[in-house]
């Protein structure tokens, strides 16, 4: 989709060389305008001006001060119109959902191409969330329209599918839900497999998120 302006962004890590780097990259398109960039959460707040408040911050989750989970908690509160991308070293799942339910609008990875930033940073101004490769587009627009057929999915599931997809929006390991629910790994995998295909996922960080916006946990 085209935009008829640049976008506003914010970039906010710790690592000063990284910021700067993307900051320099991005200035140089016009489709994007980078507002400031901060070390920590501390320090966005403090450079946070109402006229000019971003739409979009790119957000680090480990930092000192004031972390990514701290940072976006905050703005979820006081500024929830602003979009937050998290930026992940890794594909682990953990801290990807600690971000989701902490009210990130999606993630990507940090070695991401310019192109693609930009890509995420368009959909999330005009979607609202960005998945990448996380979830399907079904997903999507099960998000955008009224989530009916969302819900509808969500009346497929048994006691025990909703049991799991609660605890798969826990800190524990699949190995320790096994341990909860007293069945065996392998049943768990089966659960698993079974989400991914009832709901049309493709990873635990999708089930989060279809979790998170059908209200099925609190956050």
């Known amino acids: 989709m085209q935009q008829d302006k640049s976008i506003r962004i914010a970039i906010i890590d710790d690592h000063t060389l990284f910021r700067n780097g993307v900051a320099s990259l991005l200035s140089e398109l016009n489709e994007i305008e980078v507002v400031f960039d901060a070390a920590n959460g501390e320090e966005m ?125 826990s800190e524990l390991t699949y190995k320790e839900i096994a341990g909860v629910m007293n069945l065996s790994p392998h049943t768990i995998d089966n659960y698993r497999e079974t989400l991914f295909q009832k709901l049309d996922l493709k990873s635990r960080t999708g089930l989060v998120l279809f979790a998170i916006k059908n209200k099925l946990i609190k956050v």
Not at 54 to 63: K, N, R, S, Y
Not at 114 to 125: G, K, R, W
């Open 45 to 169: 707040i403090n450079k946070l001006v109402p006229d000019t408040l971003p739409e979009v911050i790119l957000m680090d989750i480990t930092m000192p001060v004031m972390n990514g989970y701290e940072s976006t908690q905050w703005l979820k509160k006081n500024h929830p119109q602003i979009k937050v991308l998290a930026l992940s070293m890794f594909e682990d799942d953990a801290p990807i959902i600690g971000m989701i339910k902490s009210g990130a609008s999606g993630y990507l990875l940090k070695e991401s191409k310019t192109a693609d930033l930009v890509v995420a940073i368009q959909t999330v101004v005009n979607h609202g969330f960005y998945l990448n490769n996380l979830v399907s587009g079904k997903l999507i627009r099960s998000v955008q329209d009224d989530q009916l057929e969302a819900h509808g999915k969500v009346n497929q599931l048994s006691d025990r599918e909703m049991k799991f997809l609660e605890l798969c929006c």
